[in-house]
């Protein structure tokens, strides 16, 4: 399934659900989809994309771990499919009715029972999740969509003058700066908003520099977190503000954030 969907190509989850309860003895339609999200979670520490629909849940078994990693490790056609979604070219939609945009960011989740390993190196081909990161094409298509959001929530506020000095920094000053847009709260107070950009789903972890880290400590909550994602289907974001730390667990070696 997650073959079909990084394809581009149609799947049904339900059909799948039921080739599974004819081979599976006493298990019931929530168990399968609750191991389905099991295996979600193995993908984020696997650096994959996981399946859309099923929110990873970390509480997963070793043997669950052992037997993803080696399908993923042996699948060339999931290595392809996912290394081109990683590298593909992205730009901004043209139509956007942002009032549909803003959902609820997720929470970290705390694992219960057995836990799953320490990130370090995957025994896996590559990290799509650290590629489609560096993705300069579709790094800059979030942030001119959050700038022309930003833009939007300022003017639908009445606050048009805001508006207008919304800046797309990292463009006008450099990618430096520990943040990419300057933007404005109701107030007039300044917000620093970093932008993150994801093709995948709402849980994927992100990456952050030494410096983008450090920056959200010293501006507190005048910095704000943007992630997209899902960003080639239906572009849809959430919010943080404050420290970055304060909000995901961060790798130490990898900066790599996520909230599992």
């Given at each position: 399934m997650l073959s079909l969907e990084l394809a581009g190509q149609t799947y049904s989850k339900a059909a799948h659900r039921r080739v599974l309860l004819e081979k599976l003895n006493g298990r019931s339609e929530g168990s399968v989809e609750f191991k389905h999200c099991n295996i979600s979670a193995v993908l984020i520490h696997l650096g994959c994309p996981y399946l859309r629909?099923?929110?990873?849940?970390?509480?997963?078994?070793?043997?669950?771990?052992?037997?993803?990693?080696?399908?993923?490790?042996?699948?060339?056609?999931l290595d392809s499919l996912a290394l081109?979604?990683?590298?593909?070219?992205a730009i901004p939609p043209e139509i956007v009715d942002f009032s549909r945009v803003e959902t609820e960011a997720p929470l970290k989740q705390?694992?219960?029972?057995?836990?799953?390993?320490?990130?370090?190196?995957?025994?896996v081909k590559r990290d799509y999740l650290a590629i489609e990161s560096r993705n300069r094409s579709l790094g800059q298509a979030g942030e001119?969509?959050?700038f022309r959001y930003e833009q939007w929530r300022l003017a639908h506020i009445g606050k048009r003058d805001l508006a207008e000095?919304?800046?797309?920094?990292?463009?006008?000053?450099?990618?430096?700066l520990g943040y990419d847009i300057l933007s404005f709260d109701a107030n007039?107070?300044?917000?620093?908003i970093e932008v993150k950009t994801t093709a995948f789903g709402k849980d994927t972890p992100f990456f952050i520099s030494k410096n983008e880290l450090h920056f959200s400590r010293n501006a507190g909550t005048d910095f704000t977190l943007c992630r997209l994602f899902e960003f080639?289907?239906?572009?849809?974001?959430?919010?943080?503000?404050?420290?970055?730390d304060q909000h995901c667990?961060?790798?130490p070696v990898t900066y790599r954030a996520s909230f599992s």
């Open positions: 629909g099923y929110q990873p849940r970390a509480n997963y078994q070793r043997l669950l771990r052992e037997v993803v990693e080696l399908q993923v490790d042996q699948s060339t056609v081109a979604a990683a590298h593909l070219p705390h694992r219960v029972g057995e836990t799953s390993p320490h990130y370090g190196n995957p025994p001119e969509f959050v000095r919304v800046e797309h920094v990292s463009q006008t000053k450099g990618d430096g007039g107070r300044e917000r620093f080639r289907q239906t572009p849809k974001l959430f919010s943080l503000k404050g420290a970055l667990d961060l790798d």
